[in-house]
């Protein structure tokens, strides 16, 4: 019989990539990360894992195990969840996928306040920006996600449900003392000779800031790409560029200044869950935890 433990810790290899980082999630140390997948693989008879220099990845049917092993963990769940929901007490672990600036303001607040209301509800936590997040909750490797709908590829399907959480509003971000600070609302018509930051390519934000420029009549001059929002700010605040960003993502902290556009850009922040063949109340009270923020 499989043992739920392994095929926890295969689906995680799969999900993150590296035994260290499996170990670390779990609070095991990596030699019993791999002892566990050994044994994994002398019970099913089938070679899951293989080396690639110092590294590891899935073989085929490691893949393919991993996969129907979140189907068997979710319904695992599914059941210790229904049960639990008899007694009206949500129980059960909930991966909560969230773009970089919802993280701290959006997921980690409502983490706290799920901790008080349902304390036998865990929510794991990962990064991943709106066009990696829906994709993974199709696949099932997360349960809710917190995401913008406004991108192309956000395309939905029936089995997905939205619950609708804020706006925020898309704003350009410039160093102290900059000429175009002055302004109340800039044109981005007046930013076409300007040096910017953007995210990665093909990122959300990339894509958006793109679309924006070239609607306003040019090509951005890009000198820095940053999947991290604090170097991008710390970038700008030393002169260095400008760039935009959604509001959530500008960090007090770093003595910038942030100006709206001209017309305003906004995004609609929502968040998806799949929708379940039997009720989940961890879900629900995770739903309902993030509408409350």
């Keep these: 019989m499989l043992n739920p433990w392994r095929l926890r810790l295969l689906v995680d290899l799969a999900t993150y990539g590296t035994v260290r980082a499996v170990a670390q999630r779990g609070n095991h140390s990596p030699s019993a990360v791999s002892q566990q997948l050994a044994t994994l693989e002398r019970e099913t ?11 590891v990845r899935l073989t085929a049917a490691g893949v393919l195990l991993a996969g129907r092993a979140r189907e068997i963990l979710a319904a695992m769940d599914a059941a210790e969840a229904s049960l639990r929901g008899l007694a009206l007490q949500p129980a059960g672990t909930v991966r909560l996928g969230a773009f970089q600036s919802a993280l701290p303001g959006l997921a980690a607040e409502a983490v706290s306040v799920l901790a008080a209301r349902h304390p036998d509800v865990t929510v794991v936590l990962l990064e991943m920006e709106p066009h990696e997040s829906m994709p993974a909750l199709r696949r099932g490797e997360v349960d809710v996600i917190i995401t913008t709908t406004d991108f192309a590829g956000a395309e939905l399907d029936p089995s997905i449900d939205l619950v609708p959480l804020t706006e925020d509003e898309v704003v350009l971000v410039l160093p102290p003392g900059h000429p175009l600070a002055a302004l109340e609302a800039v044109d981005l018509e007046a930013c076409a000779g300007q040096l910017w930051t953007f995210d990665v390519a093909g990122s959300y ?10 609607e306003a009549g040019f090509e951005p001059s890009v000198v820095c790409r940053f999947n991290n929002y604090m170097i991008a700010l710390q970038h700008v605040e030393r002169g260095g560029s400008i760039t935009l960003l959604p509001g959530l993502a500008v960090d007090p902290r770093y003595e910038v200044v942030t100006r709206p556009l001209s017309p305003p850009v906004s995004r609609r ?4 869950a799949r929708r379940p063949s039997t009720p989940r109340p961890e879900i629900t009270a995770v ?3 993030l509408r409350s923020q």
Excluded at 205 to 214: F, G, N, V, Y
């Design 287 to 289: 739903l309902t935890a």
């Design 269 to 272: 922040i929502t968040a998806a």
């Design 45 to 55: 008879r089938t070679a899951l894992v293989e080396r690639t220099g110092r590294r």
């Design 205 to 214: 934000m990339s894509e958006l800031a793109t679309r924006l420029c070239r």
